[in-house]
């Protein structure tokens, strides 16, 4: 007897589903894949990447992690990179927050929460850097809302200074990083104004946050 009967069901209608609309979709997807964006987003189940933008598979490289975070020594995250640049040639690297985020809920309080505080450490590191910003919103739920975009424009900064970017910049691949939230609330994305393709775009960034 199959584990968890009804997720294989799902799983045929959904694969019959895409045949009757796009039937040479799964031939064409064992082919390759061929995506010219990465999304860098939250491990959240209720942030599906795909769906969000409304693209199959196949069509969205995708890393996710707890609170959308590209840390410098994570080399899970580095090796997705790594290979969406260097091999796949992606275009666009997508850093998606999104509000209700509760890795940033969790780095805001002060109690502590075991292992993953280690991890939630780097969004702290954020916090701090914008503290006198953040203290000046009193309403707290806006103040978490502004952190998720905090962050995930630090995390924009962040995927741009890594040598896989900086490396594709200077042998003339382009790259555009950009920088959204979403919404959980309307299922909406915000374009936080954040794009960089290029180092000097990246150094005017550094200097405006």
């Known amino acids: ?59 969205l490289f995708v890393h996710r992690n707890l609170a959308n975070l590209l840390i410098h020594t994570d080399m899970n995250c580095l090796s997705v990179l790594q290979y969406a640049v260097d091999i796949l040639k992606i275009r666009h690297v997508i850093v998606c927050g999104h509000y209700g985020c509760g890795g940033i809920k969790a780095a805001m309080d002060n109690t502590p929460h075991g292992l993953v505080d280690n991890w939630l450490r780097h969004v702290r590191d954020i916090q701090q850097r914008h503290q006198a910003k953040l203290e000046a919103i009193r309403n707290k739920s806006e103040r978490l809302r502004r952190l998720c975009e905090l962050n995930a424009v630090e995390q924009v900064i962040n995927v741009g200074n890594t040598t896989i970017i900086q490396d594709a910049w200077g042998r003339g691949q382009k790259i555009a990083i950009h920088g959204w939230i979403y919404d959980i609330a309307d299922g909406l994305l915000k374009d936080l104004s954040v794009c960089i393709t290029s180092l000097k775009e990246l150094n005017i960034l550094q200097e405006k946050r």
């Open 1 to 59: 007897m199959k584990a968890l009967p009804h997720l294989f069901e799902s799983n045929k209608k959904w694969a019959s589903k895409i045949r009757a609309s796009h039937p040479e979709f799964f031939s064409r997807l064992v082919e390759q894949q061929a995506p010219e964006y990465l999304w860098i987003g939250c491990s959240d189940s209720r942030v599906p990447a795909n769906e969000i933008v409304g693209l199959l598979p196949g069509e």
